[in-house]
């Protein structure tokens, strides 16, 4: 027993000198990543902007931006003079606005084998990786850090994290999360089956010690095996979040979890026949559908949430995907995908759309209406909110494109516009304890963020409308990185 505690004790060190920072230091740009480059990094002023710096204020009219290197070095009015040696750029009818922080952004596409118009398919689903296509959507629509909250392929998350960071490939930069913590039943079978709270453990330390960032937790753990999770996590100073079923939000909370996944949509609580340490049949919708805001329950809910500091990833855009007549793709969305993605897309869509005026159908968009009433509810009693779109399922949601809809989103809830942006910026960058560097436009700060035209604190619609973005000072032109990836996602 002795021996055991010395070699976890020794591998807890070796983790800690082996995981890769989140925001690597800048490095030179190869050549697979100059030809997306715009500007590269220098003393740059950009005069006339908008600035909506993600803190939740009022966006700064009429101002100039001072970038230097990396730095962001000066926020300043357009009326005061740029200091020497800056080349000047117009930004009038322009707006920045920080990088995104992605919180639950995967790096792969989910295949239904077979896949027809009435949505049956065969089993196992398989998961190929859109280490291609992915990071450059998500650079190319503003999001400049994310986390990858469940890996399918972590060696290939990491090599990946390790080739943007040495600037060989183009991408944002990376939390990458563990494979996800499963026990029987996984949805997909790309995963290790979780047998133990022993065994929990041993998988936490091993990926501890490969080098990931967080931890993902799945649906089919006892409260045994995520305590251990949990508890293995944190010795070795990272976070674990999850996607929870058989372990209900108020147990998560008194095994001490850091975050909950996908709103208020997954807690089983109060799912009828909800048994101890399994999943029920409603993976949450019923509890949902009872837990209207500000009813008892949802303030007791509430209340323990952020009495325990336990911060929430709001990903509507995956929900909002089965409310029936939901917002279809557009042009330069469907542009992206893959043929077979395509009809993936459009199977889910009309069958979607068949349920309009079904009990099945009032139910969802029923709970979905919940679920935005209480992430407005737990905001409001001072939680940390955090954003994603949760790129899975069919192909309607697209990374990076999805992160702008879930912002929209946000603003339908009721969020103000900047608000909304605080929530898909700063607050991410909050619980990664990364807030002295990214997640709001001040000087000193990390020059990760990015230009639209329009105004989203006006119209939140033009987020959409992405010119540059800028990680690390360095200039990316979006267009050119949309073009690379025509026809691709759902491919590779
Ligand atoms: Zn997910």
């Not at 931890?215 to 990272?238: N, P, Q, S, V």
């Not at 674990?240 to 997954?266: K, M, Q, R, W």
């Amino acid at each position: 027993m002795r021996l055991r505690l010395l070699a976890t004790g020794a591998l807890a060190i070796a983790s800690l000198a082996s995981a890769a920072p989140v925001l690597a230091p800048p490095a030179e740009l190869g050549p697979d990543v100059q030809p997306f480059v715009h500007l590269p990094s220098g003393r740059t002023a950009i005069t006339h902007l908008r600035i909506i710096d993600g803190t939740g204020a009022a966006p700064m009219e009429d101002a100039t931006l001072l970038l230097d290197g990396p730095k962001i070095t000066g926020v300043q009015a357009a009326s005061a003079a740029v200091p020497a040696g800056y080349r000047v750029i117009d930004g009038t009818g322009e707006t920045a606005m920080p990088g995104i922080v992605g919180m639950h952004n995967h790096l792969y596409y989910l295949q239904r084998p077979n896949l027809d118009a009435a949505g049956h398919f065969e089993q196992p689903i398989i998961i190929p990786q859109m280490t291609f296509s992915a990071p450059r959507l998500y650079l190319a629509n503003g999001v400049t850090t994310m986390r990858t909250t469940g890996s399918v392929e972590p060696y290939t998350d990491l090599s990946l994290k390790r080739e943007i960071d040495a600037g060989h490939l183009v991408g944002p930069h990376l939390d990458v999360t563990s494979p996800y913590l499963e026990g029987p039943g996984a949805f997909f079978i790309q995963n290790h089956q979780i047998a133990s709270p022993n065994d929990a453990r041993k998988e936490v330390a091993f990926w501890a010690d490969m080098g990931v960032n967080s931890f993902k937790a799945y649906m089919h753990l006892t409260r045994a095996e995520l305590g251990a999770a949990i508890d293995e996590a944190h010795k070795h100073h990272l976070k674990l979040t999850g996607h929870l079923c058989s372990v209900t939000y108020p147990e998560a909370v008194a095994l001490g979890i850091d975050n909950l996944e996908h709103g208020f949509f997954v807690n089983t609580q109060l799912d009828p026949g909800k048994k101890p340490d399994q999943c029920s049949d409603g993976t949450g919708t019923p509890t949902l559908l009872k837990m209207t805001p500000g009813s008892p329950e949802a303030n007791a809910l509430i209340k323990l949430l952020v009495d325990h500091h336990v911060a929430i990833t709001s990903t509507l855009p995956v929900f909002a995907q089965s409310v029936p007549m939901h917002e279809p793709l557009q042009a330069r969305q469907m542009d992206v995908l893959s043929p077979e993605a395509k009809e993936a897309y459009l199977y889910s869509r009309n069958l979607v759309a068949s349920r309009a005026g079904t009990t099945r159908g009032n139910e969802f968009t029923q709970a979905y209406k919940n679920d935005l009433g209480l992430e407005r509810q737990f905001v409001a009693a001072g939680g940390l909110l955090m954003a994603g779109p949760d790129p899975t399922g069919n192909g309607g949601v697209i990374p990076g494109f999805g992160d702008q809809r879930e912002i929209e989103l946000l603003v339908e809830a009721g969020f103000s516009p900047v608000e909304a942006i605080r929530i898909a910026t700063l607050n991410g960058a909050t619980y990664l304890a990364l807030a002295d560097r990214i997640g709001s436009i001040a000087p000193g700060k990390d020059a990760d963020l990015f230009i639209v035209k329009g105004n989203p604190a006006a119209n939140i619609n033009d987020i959409e409308n992405v010119i540059i973005v800028f990680k690390d000072g360095v200039a990316y032109d979006s267009a050119k990185l949309l073009k690379s990836v025509r026809g691709r996602f759902g491919e590779y």
